[in-house]
Structures are given as structure tokens and as C-alpha cells.
């Protein structure tokens, strides 16, 4: 069958748009052009490099006043911060958590850690996550209320919690979901591990519900080495997290008292360090791209077969990754336009093999996944590191 994209403009285009003539182009790469090398030998000079020191907190600081949520405790990765997340919000051994299929895998795996088992739903192609709409109407089909609590009809188990992500930084709809989980008695947990600096309706993902993780693993928008943090919109809680992911230890002079099970999450001094000069340069990061993504919307209309996929309405996305979506004619073309992207040296790749596919997942409950099934065979991200793009 002949192909009806035509890559060869496609690389074209792309190669005009992010102004590289590099052999190799990243999908992802960091930046370091703030003050990271001054705050990371600061740490080495004064020896605070572990779980003690001030960056932590000036971190922590930042992230809650950036995001405006009323704490934010700094963790190991955005796994970790994804799993006491789900934790102190009451996720139990045994219970069901509704996520999206489309996602990365450390999402189930979190769940997975609390022992409860991912209950999978679809999305929508508008935003990508979960589709409030389909999920309502499905919890209405399957859900028991017995003493204030859901449960599924069909297993037995209480479910407890819906976990939406902000895919490639795009925000799902946020109100409508909340709406849905207070209908039935649900927790929101936003996994907005890829959402730093992404906003529905003015107000900043991972503070819709009470607690939400992020991440700042080396390919996300801002990064700390590895990292992570929770974002906690109760003081409470947001003590409990911190108490948490620090041994669970009760503070004295010298005694070592732990009052629970705790978890060695804390996140070490010199990652924060780095997390502090990278927050000074979020604005610029978001900025330069807002504007690549601009340009790729411009340029990649002269391409026929595809779609740029652009943020949700209301919405103002950090354009994490770059998306373009095959339509109906092309839509068994994705493996050839991954094969020639990433033989030109444009790094490309395809969303996450849909995770109610991967082995340990195929048995979990889920719901018919349509919109999920069409989006991963059509989706390819293509590089999007914030230095790309001409300035305009
Ligand atoms: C990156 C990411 C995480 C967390 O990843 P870490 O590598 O543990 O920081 C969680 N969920 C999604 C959707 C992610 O993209």
C-alpha cells in the first residue's frame, strides 16, 4: 500500500520549525543556563549534600508558591511521590483505583505499591486523559454505595480513588471530574507528574484534589537529576506526607523514634539545589515552549495526513512534548513515520504501550478503552526541548 504521508516534507518541516541541523535531535533534553552550578558547588563546598540542608526547603518553598498549593514535601522521584500520594489519601490494600490505560507505567505502579489494583477507563481526544463523561456513565453501570463507600458491583472490592494525568502536559477536565468523584465518594489524586507549569482555568494542575504528585526526572519540563515532590493542599496531610517520606521519625535530640512505617523518600539536598535554579527558569522554559509548539501548529498545517495536537480549551498547557496525531487515512502509518523520523535524526516516539496490555495489568478491571486504543496507534511525539524553535 502506498503511504500518503509525505515524510520526507514531514522531516523538512520539523527540521525548518526547531532550527537544528544537529545529526541527532532529542525528543527531550535538559537545560542548565541558570544558577545550577553555583547552588550545586554550594552544596559540595558546605557538605550539605544528603538529607539535610537548605535548598530542600527553599525548593519546597518554590514549588508550593509557584503552583499555589499550601505545601509541597520534595521526594526521591515522581513514583514515590505518585505512591504516598495515594497513601495518605486513603488508598487501601484491596481497594480499586480508576486511572487511564494511557499512561506511563509508573501510574499503576503506585497503586500497585498501596496493594490496591488499577481499575482502567478511557479518555477523550480532546485532552487526552480521562473522559468525565464515559466515566460517569461506567460508575453509574458498576458502582454499589454500602455505608457511604463505591464499590464494584462486579469484584466485590471498594473503590476508592480516581488518579486523571495530564498527558504530555495537557489538562483533563478538571471540573468536570471532580464533580463525578464527589458524586460517587471518590478521591482525586492528579498524577501531574508532566504538568509542571499547566494550568485549567487560571489555576495550577495537582490542586484540585487534596494531594497529587509531580516529577522532575531528567526528561520532564524542569528537572532535579531525579525528583519529585507532592503537592498537598491540606496542612495536615501535608505534615503527614512529610512525616512520611522522612522515616516517619519523631523529632528528638538523639533518639531514633519512628511512630510508623515509614518510607526513605526525602529528596537529597544537591538534587534540590538543582531544582532551585531550574524553578528560576521555568517562566523561560514554559515561554520558548509555548512558542515551539506555536511554530510546529504553523508549519506542520502544509503537512497532510497529520494533526498537531494543541492544548484543551480553558486550558494553558506547558507543551511538555510535542504531539501530532495520524488521521483516518494515515492511521497505519506510524511505525513508518516513526522509522523515518528517527532515521533522520529526529528523535520520535510512540505514546506508552497501553498499560492494561503490559503483563502484569492485562487482568485489571477495566471499561472498553476506544478512545485510549485509536489515540496510542495514531500518537508521536516529536522533539521538544525548550532551546528548539526559532525565537520569535
Ligand atoms: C514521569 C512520570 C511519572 C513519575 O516518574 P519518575 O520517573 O518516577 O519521576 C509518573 N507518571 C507519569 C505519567 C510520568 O510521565
Not at 94 to 112: K, Q, R, Y
Not at 233 to 250: F, P, R, Y
Not at 327 to 337: F, I, L, M
Not at 363 to 381: D, T, W
Amino acid at each position: 500500500m502506498s503511504k500518503q504521508i509525505n515524510t520526507t516534507q514531514l522531516i523538512e518541516v520539523i527540521r525548518a520549525t526547531i532550527h537544528s541541523e544537529k545529526p541527532f535531535v532529542a525528543l527531550h533534553e535538559p537545560v542548565f543556563q541558570g544558577r545550577e552550578k553555583e547552588f550545586v558547588v554550594d552544596c559540595l563546598e558546605t557538605g550539605w549534600v544528603s538529607s539535610v540542608g537548605k535548598y530542600v526547603d527553599l525548593f519546597e518553598q518554590m514549588l508550593a508558591e509557584y503552583t499555589g498549593s499550601v505545601r509541597a514535601v520534595a521526594v526521591v522521584n515522581g513514583t514515590a511521590a505518585l505512591h504516598i500520594g495515594l497513601l495518605i489519601s486513603g488508598v487501601r490494600p484491596g481497594d480499586e483505583v480508576i486511572c487511564p490505560s494511557l499512561s506511563f507505567v509508573a501510574t499503576t505502579n503506585a497503586i500497585t505499591y498501596c496493594g490496591a489494583v488499577p481499575h482502567f477507563v478511557d479518555v477523550d481526544e480532546i485532552t487526552l486523559g480521562i473522559d468525565p463523561k464515559k466515566l460517569d456513565s461506567y460508575l453509574s453501570e458498576i458502582v454499589r454505595i454500602e455505608g457511604k463507600r463505591p464499590y464494584n458491583k462486579v469484584t466485590g472490592r471498594p473503590i476508592s480513588a480516581v488518579v486523571p494525568m495530564h498527558t504530555f502536559g495537557h489538562p483533563v477536565r478538571l471540573e468536570k471530574l471532580m464533580e463525578v468523584c464527589s458524586k460517587y465518594g471518590l478521591e482525586l489524586i492528579e498524577d501531574a507528574a508532566e504538568s509542571l507549569g499547566s494550568f485549567y482555568k487560571g489555576k495550577h494542575t495537582g490542586t484540585f484534589g487534596k494531594v497529587s504528585a509531580m516529577s522532575f526526572n531528567g526528561n520532564k519540563i524542569m528537572t532535579t537529576g531525579g525528583g519529585g515532590a507532592i503537592l498537598v493542599q491540606d496542612e495536615v496531610l501535608g505534615k503527614l506526607a512529610k512525616h512520611i517520606t522522612t522515616t516517619a521519625k519523631v523529632p528528638h535530640r538523639w533518639e531514633f523514634i519512628h511512630d510508623q512505617v515509614g518510607y526513605n523518600y526525602r529528596l537529597p539536598n544537591i538534587n534540590a539545589a538543582l531544582g532551585c535554579a531550574q524553578m528560576e527558569q521555568l517562566p523561560y522554559f514554559l515561554e520558548r515552549k509555548r512558542s515551539l509548539a506555536d511554530q510546529y501548529r504553523k508549519n506542520l498545517q502544509l503537512v497532510d495526513g497529520i494533526t498537531f495536537f494543541t492544548e484543551p480549551p480553558e486550558c494553558k498547557s506547558n507543551y511538555w512534548l510535542n504531539t501530532i496525531i495520524l488521521n483516518d487515512e494515515t492511521q497505519d502509518e506510524r511505525d513508518h513515520v516513526l522509522e523515518q523520523l528517527n532515521d533522520h535524526g529526529l528523535m520520535s516516539r510512540p505514546a506508552w504501550t497501553l498499560l492494561h496490555k503490559l503483563v502484569m495489568y492485562q487482568e485489571c478491571p477495566r471499561m472498553e478503552l476506544i478512545a485510549s486504543e485509536k489515540l496510542s496507534k495514531r500518537m508521536i511525539n516529536i522533539p521538544s526541548s525548550s532551546f528548539l524553535g526559532g525565537l520569535e
